[in-house]
C-alpha cells in the first residue's frame, strides 16, 4: 500500500488559492486560528450528520475533508507533519489495548518528544526570545 504526500497535496492547494505559512512553526493571526476553527468544527457537524443518515458517500467526502484541513491547519501553523506524525504514531503503537475503542498507555510508557520536533522545526517558545 501506499501513501499519499498530503502535506504536498495541501500546500498545492494552499498556493492555488495564496493561503501564506510560516516556514517555522508559530501561531497564525487570531483571525485564521479562529477561521480553521470554524472550519474544523463545521465539518465535525457535517461528518456526525452523515454518520447519523448512514450515508457513506458523505462520510468518506467528510472525513477525507477533515484530514484535508487538518493538515491544512498544520500548515498554516508551520507545522512539518512528517516527524511529529512518525512520533506520535510511535508512541501510540507503544500503549496496550483495555478494551474496544480504548487504549491506555503502560507503565514506562514514554509521552512524544513533540516539543523537541518543533524546537528542531525552528520554533521559539514563548519567552525564549533574547532581548
Known amino acids: ?3 499519499p504526500d498530503w502535506q504536498h ?4 492547494f494552499h498556493q492555488k488559492f495564496d493561503i501564506t505559512r510560516p516556514w517555522i512553526p508559530q501561531p497564525p493571526t ?3 486560528a479562529v477561521a480553521r476553527c470554524m472550519l474544523l468544527v463545521k465539518k465535525v457537524g457535517e461528518l456526525i450528520a452523515t454518520m447519523d443518515a448512514e450515508d457513506m458517500v ?4 467528510n472525513i477525507v475533508d477533515l484530514i484535508y484541513l487538518a493538515v491544512g491547519t498544520a500548515r498554516v501553523y508551520g507545522l512539518d507533519l512528517e516527524p511529529l506524525w512518525e512520533e506520535i504514531h510511535t508512541t501510540n503503537m507503544a500503549k496496550i489495548a483495555t478494551s474496544s475503542y480504548k487504549v491506555a ?6 509521552p512524544p518528544r513533540v516539543r523537541e520536533l518543533l524546537l528542531e522545526q525552528g ?5 525564549s526570545e533574547e532581548d
Open 1 to 3: 500500500m501506499s501513501y
Open 9 to 12: 497535496d495541501v500546500e498545492k
Open 30 to 32: 487570531i483571525e485564521d
Open 58 to 61: 458523505g462520510v468518506s467526502e
Open 105 to 110: 498507555k503502560p507503565m514506562g510508557w514514554i
Open 123 to 127: 520554533w521559539e517558545p514563548p519567552g
